[in-house]
């Protein structure tokens, strides 16, 4: 079994009156067990072009509902270039350059190839770099037809 | 303005046959800028022990408007049960499930009516903590 750990430290010294700092640290495990880790991941690096949302990460039957945590920063340094993510169609929320995001990622696959939750992604103001990794369980190879 | 920074850390000594660690800074900006978001909500401790679809943190024009740069952090503070878990779903999409002791840290795109919603998998008291930084 493998142990992997995501922290996060959120910290400004001047948003607030008094300094602002939280901090949490979990373990990434199998859905429905509280002692066995994840033990796959899947990690990218990609331009994403302006005009065109692309599927970052195609939902799967067999991701559906099980532990998948996806992170992805956009490495841009113009402030003007973001990308925004969506699920399903669903407009999640807009990275900024240099923002980071880490969600649980629940892979509903709607009984069908056509409402699938998969994560997707769209550069404006110029072609975004981003990063991206799926820790996650569930995943089977297709066997090969080609 | 603030400097607000969010820090990241993904580590893994045993998952592949090298470490796999991952880290990253984010300062958190105004939309197209790099002047730091000024607003937030601070953390917001909440108790949930229905089973029922609720309102984690309601959004309309007015506080958290639309395509601005919002984030939101959501914690489930509770010791981890193999069988007890929130959904976090962004106007009835669902997101994903956080079991006890798992967080996530995301944008928000904003708008009337994208409210951030939770969904407990039983009655069993949970304690949400959450924070919002937005302009």
């Not at chain 1, 949490?24 to 002692?35: G, I, M, N, V």
């Not at chain 1, 409402?115 to 550069?123: F, N, S």
């Amino acid at each position: 079994m493998a142990t992997t750990t995501a922290t996060i430290t959120l910290s400004s010294a001047d948003i607030l009156s008094d300094a602002l700092s939280v901090s949490a640290t979990s373990t990434l495990y199998k859905d429905a067990s509280t002692s066995t880790g994840l033990d796959q991941v899947r990690m990218g690096r990609n331009e994403i072009a302006t005009g065109t949302t692309f599927d970052l990460l195609d939902a799967t039957a067999a991701g559906e509902d099980k532990s998948n945590w996806v992170y992805i920063v956009n490495k841009e340094t113009d402030p003007t270039y973001y990308v925004l993510i969506t699920m399903y169609d669903k407009g999640i929320g807009r990275l900024y350059s240099g923002d980071w995001m880490y969600i649980p990622w629940g892979q509903g696959y709607g009984g069908g190839t056509a409402a699938k939750d998969d994560i997707e992604i769209e550069a404006f103001n110029g072609t975004c770099t981003v990063e991206w990794a799926c820790f996650h369980e569930g995943e089977t190879l297709t066997t090969q037809a080609d | 303005m603030a400097t607000t920074t969010a820090t990241i850390t993904l580590s893994s000594a045993d998952m592949m046959d090298n470490a796999i660690s991952i880290s990253n800074t984010a300062t958190l900006t105004t939309a197209d800028t790099a002047t730091g978001l000024t607003e937030t909500t601070g953390l917001a401790r909440r108790k949930f022990a229905s089973s029922s679809k609720v309102d984690l943190v309601t959004i309309d024009n007015t506080d958290i408007p639309t395509n601005k740069s919002t984030k939101i952090f959501i914690r489930n503070t509770n010791a981890r049960d193999a069988s007890k878990y929130v959904i976090i779903l962004l106007n009835s999409q669902e997101i994903g499930r956080l079991y006890g002791g798992d967080w996530m840290f995301m944008p928000l795109l904003g708008g009337s009516g994208e409210d951030v919603e939770i969904d407990p998998s039983d009655t069993t008291e949970t304690i949400i903590e959450y924070m919002v930084f937005h302009e």
